[in-house]
């Protein structure tokens, strides 16, 4: 009995180390396979940040103010990598200038711009600058919108196009294939063309930064026409200090105004008041000496007796005009209904974003965020895309190829 009760004792130890062992060997096996997995999971995330990150740095290549030997190659380059990209690695592509919102986001119909890059130009060029925009479709309404009302107001004059910003250029290129013309290459153009009379017309708010480098760029070319002219930007002369107003700034103001009463809904600007209503206009700002330009809009409108409409600027500069200083402005003035406005020509990145924007430092986000207001909305529309202001741009136009003379004038 003792010798069974042993042969027993020893086959019940023997089956459980064999089950023990059988358990230890399937928990190494799922251990392993589970390890196996976790590194191809790895592995496949490492490669599809690689494959972003090789996009970010493609589109940081031509997210730059200079065109090189290799821009046109490199903006095919971007967008074909970026077309490979799956959905889940197009939302990890970052790097400095980078996101996924380059070639993402949707901002309308490139198809419906026109370039204006054309040869065959004739002898009279006007030629229009802006800064430019990569919202397509406010480059359409506010840029395209001026450069019609300018060929149709001259139809003897061929009305070409040309951007200051090289970065939006490329942009544009890589992401829609428009290619526009920067400076330079406008004014090769009009050169190569044998263009004799070369009327410039900016679309720039006022004599600043930009347009003081696009008239550096104009004055290179100055022996390569029989004449030149440039026409005022839409502000006109800035002025000597903030109280000094002239018509182009009275007309910009009294138009933008209507514009923004009508669109939201109201008959008059003291129907507006009386709803406790304020108008922001938000401009770009800008530490260039033409900053005063601001302070003497937010003039015109108290000359005008607006006392519901305040101008501030993205930059604060000047430091009156940051979206702090509005905001106090609006709260002491007792009004709890904010509309913003852009007071910028195109409503692009800026109207959008800096203004309109979600991001908690965009404008809208802080006037909300402040408490002091029962409701804050915005209107994104350039100035551009007023006829009253397309006007102003006809007639600075007119008097810049009157300046010319009687031969070329007709």
Known sequence: MKRKTMLAVLLAVSMTCGMTAATGSLVMAEETTEAAEETTEAAEVSDDQAAADNVAALIDKIYVQERTDTTDDDCTAAKEAWNQLTDAQKELVEGEEASPEYFGRDTGDASKDDPRNADEIGENELLVVSFGTSFNDSRVEDIKGIEDALQEAYPDWSVRRAFTAQIIINHIQARDEEKIDNMQQALDRAVENGVKNLVVQPTHLMHGAEYDEMKAAIDEYQDKFESIAIAEPLLGEVGEDQTTVNEDKEAVAVDITDEAVKEAG?????????????????????????????????????????????????????????????????????????????????????????????????????????????????????????????????????????????????
């Open 266 to 410: 109201y008959d008059s600007l003291d129907a507006a008041e009386a709803d406790g209503t304020a108008f922001v206009f938000m401009g770009h700002g800008t530490s260039h000496k033409a900053a005063i330009t601001y302070n003497q809009m937010q003039s015109q409108m108290d000359e005008l007796g607006y006392k519901n409409v305040f101008v501030g600027t993205v930059e604060g500069k000047p430091e009156d005009t940051s979206c702090e200083a509005v905001i106090d402005k609006v709260k002491e003035a007792g009004y709890k209904k904010v509309i913003l406005r852009p007071l910028m020509v195109v409503a692009g990145d800026h109207a959008n974003n800096d203004m309109a924007g979600d991001e908690e430092d965009s404008w809208k986000s802080l006037f909300i965020a402040s408490g002091n207001f029962d409701s804050v909305d915005a209107q994104i529309a350039g100035l551009g895309r007023i006829d009253a202001v397309k006007q102003i741009y006809v007639d600075h136009t007119k008097a810049a190829i009157d300046s010319l003379g009687t031969e070329a004038a007709e």
